[in-house]
């Protein structure tokens, strides 16, 4: 089973275009699977086998939405060697897994990403000033951290105000960037980032102070530093990207196709779940305007 998980893998990132860590973790779950199971045959393996690994993990306290997902990996698996013919019988095709109440993602308002950014420009350092550069990129251009921290030097246009980012699949974006966004990367670029990088050949555009391409996790404990000494709790790269979205279609700058197209999201249902939350933030207005009783 080991060979055709790496098979499997390697499809995912070659023929679907899966992210690394897209990729990473349907293998992480599979391997988690096979273990449990302890079949080394594919052919071996029954829909009672899934049904006591699904058991397994009830158990042992998984989330329903963990489980939903290591339940589509193994969905997706089978039938990959379905279709390869690699076996007769799909064993996972009658398996469900467990409804998920889908939540409106959490974002913050307009006031705490102000006080979000000036608290990063309050430090004048190379680093501060790559943290501001950063923080102002992300929430200007929605990108997904992955998006952000993959960038190159030779993908920013401070000319024209442009930055050309790769998203899932591969697909490209341009994306144009503001005046203030623009500015805090334009000084990065020329004031920071030279005292940062150690090799000349570097590419990276956000580098950490090894000179070396800034990680996720790096960006993340950055972000969750300001965000700490901002007084904003529970923050993540991924909730400012929540944050501008709903932000522009509140504001009415773009509709839900442009905002589709902004995001690079593949399916325009996927960006429609941030109808409902200015759907939520436009109830919460009334009823604080128009109180019961009054």
Request: include cysteine; hydrophobic fraction near 35%; charged fraction near 35%.
């Amino acid at each position: 089973m080991e060979e055709a998980i790496e098979r499997f893998i390697s499809y995912l990132r070659a023929e679907r275009g899966f992210s690394p860590n897209t990729a990473q973790a349907y293998k992480n779950d599979l391997i988690q699977f096979r273990e449990e199971i302890k079949k080394e045959s594919l052919k071996d393996v029954k829909k009672e086998d899934i049904v006591n690994y699904i058991a397994y993990l009830k158990d042992r306290g998984y989330a329903p939405a963990t489980i939903a997902r290591k339940i589509a990996s193994i969905r997706s698996f089978f039938g990959f060697l379905r279709k390869n013919g690699e076996i007769d019988e799909d064993p996972s095709r009658e398996i469900q897994g467990p409804k998920i109440k889908r939540l409106l993602p959490r974002t913050i308002g307009v006031e705490d990403v102000e006080r979000l950014l000036r608290e990063a420009s309050r430090d004048k350092s190379p680093e501060g000033k790559r943290d501001r550069a950063m923080i102002e990129v992300l929430y200007a251009t929605g990108m997904r951290v992955s998006e952000l921290v993959s960038l190159d030097v030779d993908n920013v246009d401070l000319k024209d105000g442009f930055i050309t980012c790769y998203g899932k699949g591969f697909r490209e974006r341009v994306i144009p960037i503001h005046a203030r966004a623009l500015s805090s990367l334009k000084e990065y670029i020329e004031e920071a980032r030279p005292y940062l990088v150690k090799d000349r050949d570097e590419k990276a555009l956000f580098v950490n102070r090894r000179g070396e391409r800034l990680t996720r996790q790096g960006f993340w404990l950055i972000l969750k530093n300001h965000a700490r000494r901002a007084g904003i709790k529970d923050i993540t790269p991924h909730i400012l990207r929540h944050s501008i979205a709903t932000h522009l279609l509140q504001s009415g700058k773009m509709n839900l196709r442009e905002l589709q197209e902004f995001l690079g999201h593949a399916n325009i249902s996927t960006t429609q779940i941030y109808t409902h939350i200015t759907d939520e933030h436009m109830r919460r207005i009334y009823e604080r305007t128009h109180p019961r009783g009054k």
